[in-house]
């Protein structure tokens, strides 16, 4: 029998690990750890794991597995069924590649940089302009690139779809969801999906959700 471990931090991109675990239908083990409630920072104990103490780190029978995306790769490949990926060698696949890498890339950048910015007070107003045309830009074409199927490859769920989810949920908590219709109406879609909730009740306290 398959071991799988996540190592999880509340609130962070380690809720969509849990939640395709949970669309998988695995066995697996969460380990949990909690963010300084003065700092938000990851505990320390997180560096006993990786030397980054970062979160998700998913062990697959003592095999450790950093960076989100390699992790829902790796997952989808191995436990998908023939699912949650593209037909190999297909343009579809070529597409999905690059939103797996999208989603990490370029749209974590200017969410990550309205976060720390925001701790700056009136000190980040010169960044502040063109931090929020970023976002909106990224958001837009999130919004712009939802099939009418409510997904972002094809016409079922996706590995893309799950590294989606979380950039697609800071545009909804960011107070504009009336600019992004379809990217607030494939959050409550995933939302409503009975793995996403069990993934939240093992999960914990998930931002505004």
Known sequence: MTSI???HLNNSRSQRVLW???ELGLAYEVRHYQRDAVTNLAPPELEAIHPLGKSPLLEIDGQLIEE???IVQILC??????GWLPEAGTAEADRH???MHFAEGSAMTPILLNIYIGRLGEAAAPLQP???????AHFGYLESILRPSGHFIGD???GAD???SFPAEIAVLSGNADAYPALAAFVAKIHARPAWQRAREVGGAYYGF
Do not use: C, I, K, P
């Open 5 to 7: 471990v996540l190592h």
């Open 20 to 22: 395709l675990l949970e």
């Open 68 to 70: 989100s995306g390699a």
């Open 77 to 82: 490949e191995r436990f998908g069924q023939g």
């Open 97 to 99: 590649l690059q939103l």
């Open 130 to 136: 063109r931090v929020q045309e970023q976002l909106a």
């Open 156 to 158: 079922d769920w996706t």
């Open 162 to 164: 799950v590294m989606l």
